[in-house]
């Protein structure tokens, strides 16, 4: 089966920059995602990683090492607006399997 | 405008009485997939669907069924709901083939079974 761990709660200033990690085991592993949840809300995409290494888009970064079945999320010039839970999700033939999830605090 | 459509949003029901939360995306995705999210847990995926008439089980499929009869429609069914099934369901579609892998999320179904 496979199996992600991420931390389950980080904080972090505004302005700020954080990085959410992730570790996973799988077997047939595709690609690592990552999706923001705000309370109350759906879940949404950010980023895909299918070869190591940093994938940018804006303010979010992602990046993969299959070597290591590692990836971590990093957020910069963090916002009040990026508070909210994290999760990182692997593909593994057709099956998905996703983390518990980092819930992010930006506090002033 | 893209979208996944889940009803109902909102459905408390009794130990027993079958129930079909349905899930409708109209971006021509080949792969469909429900979840339950739990606090603690995250998403867990309980059935996934390649495509029309391919079915497959996920993590947590008991108690559940599904049907992809047509490549939008993607029903999730609880045959006879007990209390452990209260939970926020989620519906998800992707293009099969698409480089990001990118699953586009419905709005959520939160069920409450006494």
């Known amino acids: 089966g496979q199996s992600l761990e991420q931390p389950s709660e980080v904080t972090a200033v505004e302005g700020a920059i954080v990085q959410i990690n992730c570790t996973y085991q799988t077997s047939g592993f595709y690609g690592l995602s990552w999706y923001q949840q705000h309370d109350g809300g759906a879940p949404t995409f950010l980023s895909y990683?299918?070869?190591?290494g940093l994938e940018e888009t804006g303010r979010f970064s992602s990046f993969l090492s299959r070597s290591d079945s590692y990836g971590y999320l990093l957020l910069q010039e963090l916002q009040m607006k990026d508070s909210a839970s994290y999760f990182c999700?692997?593909?593994?033939?057709?099956?998905?399997?996703f983390g518990i999830g980092t819930k992010l605090q930006v506090i002033p | 405008e893209a979208q996944v459509t889940q009803n109902p949003r909102y459905l408390i029901t009794v130990t027993g009485k079958k129930l079909t939360v349905t899930c409708s995306q109209n971006m021509n995705h080949e792969y469909m997939s429900w979840y339950r999210q739990d606090p603690g847990l995250g998403l867990r995926q309980i059935y996934y669907s390649m495509n029309v008439e391919v079915t497959d089980k996920g993590d947590v499929p008991e108690g559940y069924k599904v049907s992809r009869k047509e490549k939008r429609n993607f029903p999730l069914i609880l045959e006879s709901p007990s209390p452990n099934q209260t939970s926020l369901y989620f519906c998800?579609?992707?293009?099969?083939?698409?480089?990001?892998?990118?699953?586009?999320f419905g709005p959520g179904t939160r069920l409450t079974v006494l």
């Open positions: 998800a579609s992707s293009l099969e083939q698409g480089a990001s892998n990118e699953q586009f």
């Open positions: 999700a692997v593909k593994s033939y057709q099956k998905v399997t």
């Open positions: 990683n299918a070869l190591d």
